[in-house]
Nanobody, 125 residues
């Protein structure tokens, strides 16, 4: 069992930055790909960024490219999401997730096995 706890969300203005963190506990996750997802009100949960177990390979959704950076520190069992130039469309609850799968990164929510409780991000325009 893996327990994930996100933090760092909040209310910001358009153009601001936020840094999200997700700490894993319960079992080692250093060998597993992870991802950050966003769920806007009334919408499905969509991938924002994903990262391989080593951190070498990353994937970004179109809206996140050039503005967001995903990284991980396996020694600290933590994955990060740095977000810059935020806009109203970035509003939602951000979840981190880990997959028991192997390989590089995973892009679909169904590929992930464990989820955090989410941290809300609200961007006012």
């Amino acid at each position: 069992q893996v327990h994930l706890v996100e933090s760092g969300g909040g209310l910001v203005q358009a153009g601001d930055s936020l840094n999200l963190s997700c700490v894993a506990s319960g079992r080692t996750f250093s060998a597993n790909p992870m991802g950050w997802f966003r769920q806007a009100p009334g919408k499905e949960r969509d991938l924002v960024a994903a990262i391989s177990w080593s951190g070498i390979s990353t994937y970004y959704a179109g809206s996140a490219k050039g503005r967001f950076t995903i990284s991980r520190d396996n020694a600290k069992s933590t994955v990060y999401l740095q977000m810059h130039s935020l806009n109203a469309e970035d509003t939602g609850v951000y979840y981190c997730a880990v997959t028991r799968g192997t390989g590089s990164y995973h892009t679909h929510p169904s590929e992930y096995d464990y989820w955090g409780q989410g941290t809300p991000v609200t961007v006012s325009s």
